[in-house]
């Protein structure tokens, strides 16, 4: 039987009592890892949830490249064609946040993971469906964190 990611993701939103829209911050995990092993983890947590790593953008390597100093940072655009099937139906606006972005940082020997702030997006759509849609993204990108943290 196919899992529905979403579908879980509402009931998951719930039970984790996501904090009132005024308060989210952006979800945030770190393990002592370097930037290589980090990358097949994020990958790996991300198709254990139905998402796929959509674009890297190495902005190390870029900066690098142009004589700035290394910022050791990435940013990974995850999404899934079903996110982007809800959010059209929910409410089409809800697909300018598509793919979903979180950010490696390679500090201090080893990586954090950081999601977006998902605070102004749950005010910027007050009404159902479309908040719902955005506290189930963000339970769905909380337990993608959480598994890349035991990967």
Same mark, same amino acid.
């Given at each position: 039987?196919?899992?529905?990611?979403?579908?879980?993701?509402?009931?998951?939103?719930?039970?984790? +009592?996501?904090?009132? =829209? +005024?308060h989210?911050?952006?979800?945030?995990?770190?393990?002592?890892?370097?930037?290589?092993?980090?990358?097949?983890?994020?990958?790996?947590?991300a198709?254990? $949830?139905?998402?796929?790593?959509?674009?890297?953008?190495?902005?190390?390597?870029?900066?690098?490249?142009?004589?700035?100093?290394?910022? $050791?940072?990435?940013?990974?655009?995850?999404?899934?064609?079903?996110?982007?099937?809800? !959010?059209?139906?929910?409410? =089409?606006?809800?697909?300018?946040?598509?793919?979903?972005?979180?950010?490696?940082?390679?500090?201090?020997? +080893?990586?954090?993971?950081?999601s977006?702030?998902?605070?102004?997006?749950?005010?910027?759509?007050?009404?159902? =469906? !479309? $908040?719902?849609?955005?506290?189930?993204?963000?339970?769905?990108?909380?337990a993608?964190?959480?598994?890349?943290?035991?990967q």
């Open positions: 039987m196919k899992r529905r990611p979403l579908l879980s993701a509402f009931a998951l939103c719930a039970s984790l +009592g996501l904090p009132a =829209p +005024g989210a911050d952006p979800l945030t995990v770190s393990k002592p890892v370097d930037m290589r092993r980090a990358m097949v983890d994020v990958a790996l947590a198709a254990n $949830h139905d998402l796929v790593l959509v674009k890297v953008q190495p902005i190390d390597t870029a900066l690098a490249k142009r004589g700035f100093d290394n910022p $050791h940072m990435r940013i990974l655009f995850i999404g899934s064609e079903s996110a982007v099937r809800w !959010a059209e139906a929910a409410e =089409p606006r809800l697909l300018n946040l598509l793919p979903l972005r979180v950010t490696l940082i390679e500090r201090d020997g +080893g990586i954090t993971l950081m977006d702030d998902f605070g102004p997006w749950l005010k910027e759509f007050p009404e159902p =469906p !479309a $908040h719902l849609m955005v506290q189930a993204w963000q339970a769905e990108i909380k993608m964190l959480d598994d890349f943290v035991v």
